[in-house]
Structure formats: C-alpha cells, structure tokens
C-alpha cells in the first residue's frame, strides 16, 4: 500500500482522538482520546519506517516503546480515574477540580 492511505489513516485516528478529548467530559473516554491519538502516532512511526527503510525494523522496534509507554499510561490514567471515582463517586472531569487554587 502506498504511504498516502496510512496518512490518511492516522490524521483521521488523531482528529477523531482529538475531537474526543475536546469534547468529552467523562475521565475514562479522555483516556481512550489519549490512546488513540497515541495509535495513530504509532501507525505514523510505521508506515514511515516502512517507507524509508524497508528493509530495516527500527520503526517496529520504536513502535513497541511507544505502545509499551502508552499501556504504563493508561494504567496510572485509570489508577487516578479509580481513585478520583471512590472519593468523589464521579468521573466527570467537570466535578473535580483537584488541581485548582
């Protein structure tokens, strides 16, 4: 496939990612948005890896630390969300403002 349609691909993941981080107000579909803004960086690193240098794997290698990374994020993400949830029995991102003066 030609590099054009994994652009494509990973523009539309990233604006839907950030289309949800915008507008959702719900903790854990922020933490989704996240991920998949983070996949479509993931199918960028990719599909320019593949481009460049077919026959090379740094681009598969890199990929790997980033999903590594992506998964130690989501699991202190939802460690928060869960934390935040049994002191304040909401997830709205509205109703807790823990980090305000």
Do not use: H
């Not at 479509?40 to 090379?56: C, I, K, M």
């Amino acid at each position: 496939m030609q590099l054009q349609y994994f652009l494509l691909i990973a523009a539309a993941l990233f604006c839907i990612g950030i289309y949800g981080l915008v507008t959702s107000r719900n903790a854990v579909r922020v933490l989704m948005s996240i991920e998949l803004m983070l996949n479509a960086v993931n199918l960028n690193l990719v599909a320019f890896a593949n481009y460049l240098d077919p026959q090379g794997i740094k681009g598969q290698v890199f990929t790997t630390f980033v999903i590594a990374i992506a998964a130690a994020e989501a699991a202190v993400g939802l460690a928060i969300v869960l934390s935040i949830y049994r002191n304040r029995d909401t997830i709205d991102m509205e109703q807790f403002n823990l980090l305000k003066w």
